[in-house]
T-cell receptor
Framework: NAGVTQTPKFQVLKTGQSMTLQCAQD?????MYWYRQDPGMGLRLIYYSASEGTTDKGEVPNGYNVSRLNKREFSLRLESAAPSQTSVYFC?????????????FGDGTRLSIL | LAKTTQPISMDSYEGQEVNITCSHNNIATNDYITWYQQFPSQGPRFIIQGYKTKVTNEVASLFIPADRKSSTLSLPRVSLSDTAVYYC???????????????FGQGTTLQVKP
């Protein structure tokens, strides 16, 4: 049981390049999330998908797009990468079926944009 | 959305009990309170979740007063390995009024000294 899997783990891009970060969960969770975390800072919500077929903006959606491909997969796309998007990106999923069933996080994708 | 406020940092010594308080003045009736722990270069990890009064598990206790406008995470007898960032989050859990937009606060950096 892998939980939440993010690919790639590391990536270096040049300004203006595009890239898609992949996230998959095998826990049959309904909701999925993308956060970014800048050095020394807390997590900020980029986009989320409360259920399959729906996506909504979080706190910092500018410069990003998402796709909830199916119940398992939720991808994050940078169409034209900028140095300000250098960060660690975390994907999370949540089932919200009962108490003590919180978000499960992936190990993160470390993205550097030169 | 319920916004959370925590102290930015705390220091403690090994063997002491640590209490971290989180304010969430506009918590909704159905919102649960969840605490996460994050080590450097890792995704957040679930510690404890509660709705009211007191919850205890093998690693921590969570105290929630009757008005639910704050909560206190209690870590008994901390060790060096408890040095981490601790986040409280409002809105997860069954029946929450939150449709999915889960916002992290800045977190509390706990430094445990020998």
């Amino acid at each position: 049981n892998a939980g939440v899997t993010q690919t790639p783990k590391f990536q270096v891009l040049k300004t203006g390049q595009s890239m898609t970060l992949q996230c998959a969960q095998d826990m049959n969770h309904n909701s999925m999330y993308w956060y970014r975390q800048d050095p020394g800072m807390g997590l900020r919500l980029i986009y989320y998908s409360a259920s399959e077929g729906t996506t909504d903006k979080g706190e910092v959606p500018n410069g990003y797009n998402v796709s909830r491909l199916n119940k398992r997969e939720f991808s994050l796309r940078l169409e034209s990468a900028a140095p300000s998007q250098t960060s660690v990106y975390f994907c999370a999923s949540l089932i919200r079926r009962g108490p003590n069933q919180p978000q499960h996080f992936g190990d993160g994708t470390r993205l550097s944009i030169l | 959305l319920a916004k959370t406020t925590q102290p930015i940092s705390m220091d403690s010594y090994e063997g002491q009990e640590v209490n971290i308080t989180c304010s969430h003045n506009n918590i909704a009736t159905n919102d649960y309170i969840t605490w996460y722990q994050q080590f450097p270069s890792q995704g957040p990890r679930f510690i404890i979740q509660g709705y009211k009064t007191k919850v205890t598990n093998e690693v921590a206790s969570l105290f929630i007063p009757a008005d639910r406008k704050s909560s206190t995470l209690s870590l008994p007898r901390v060790s060096l390995s408890d040095t981490a960032v601790y986040y409280c989050l409002v809105g997860e859990g069954p029946g929450s009024s939150n449709t999915g937009k889960l916002i992290f606060g800045q977190g509390t950096t706990l430094q445990v000294k020998p």
